[in-house]
């Protein structure tokens, strides 16, 4: 595979359902954030197995994990499901599993974004609420592009990129991140207590957010999220290159 100049960023898109089969479904607000940050967006289908997701993940240098439905905390034996939770597709969510397993044990620099968050906690020792009205008496809502803000915890990675104390948010979600993992630290929270951003300090790269930066104006902080990870991206890049040429 030919390498192009800029760090090569994989997006996981949605499965919706086809005449003939499932179809990709891609927001090109993803993508467009990529690409004004200086990568070069790449969207991947959630087909094939280990050993393809392992060829995919050998030859791009970053990844977006957008958002999207429910998980099925059943099929991953984690407990009943709630009654409002609408399930991604099965493959959907199996293949999203496996590729963020291989893409955390490779240290490869990911952003989560909503959905994309809460799988860090679904596959790395952390729990979710299903439903927050019902797991957050009292929490106000969170579907439908609702606007609040959240506060940033200082010396986190977080608070480096965006370089602000209060953080405007766009957020669509009722699942959210409850708890987190051994080796996760929480980055944000509402005012309310919500966990709004997780991020591992081992990695060189690795955060979470669940609101969605992607839908907020040009020119707001947010944007210094995508530019930190094809920043990330391409030093990851640049060393997988020299190792390379040192061969």
Not at 137 to 146: D, L, W, Y
Request: glycine share 10%; aromatic share 4%; proline share 8%.
């Amino acid at each position: 595979m030919k390498r192009v100049e800029h760090p090569l960023i994989a997006i996981n898109g949605e499965m919706v359902p086809g005449k003939t089969a499932p179809r990709l479904s891609l927001n090109n607000l993803y993508a467009d954030a990529v690409l004004k940050a200086g990568g070069v967006p790449l969207a991947i289908p959630p087909v094939g197995g280990p050993r393809d997701i392992a060829r995919l993940l050998d030859n791009v240098d970053g990844l977006v994990l957008g958002g999207g439905d429910d998980f099925d905390l059943e099929r991953l034996g984690l407990g009943r499901n709630h009654p409002s939770v609408t399930p991604v597709m099965p493959a959907k969510q199996d293949f999203d599993v496996e590729l963020v397993r291989a893409a955390l044990e490779r240290q490869i620099p990911i952003l989560g974004i909503c959905y994309g968050m809460q799988i860090f906690g679904v596959v790395d020792g952390g729990s979710l609420h299903q439903h927050i009205p019902d797991d957050r008496p009292g929490a106000r809502e969170h579907r439908g592009n609702v606007l609040h803000s959240v506060e940033i915890v200082a010396g986190t990675k977080l608070a480096s990129l965006v370089e602000v104390r209060e953080l405007e948010t766009v957020s669509s979600h009722h699942q959210a991140v409850a708890s987190v993992g051994p080796r996760w630290i929480v980055s944000a929270r509402d005012d309310q207590g919500l966990i709004e951003a997780i991020e591992r300090p081992d990695l060189p790269f690795c955060v979470g957010v669940q609101w969605h930066p992607e839908r907020s104006p040009e020119g707001s902080p947010h944007d210094r999220l995508f530019r930190g990870l094809v920043g990330a991206a391409g030093v990851a890049r640049s060393r997988e290159l020299f190792a390379v040429s040192r061969r």
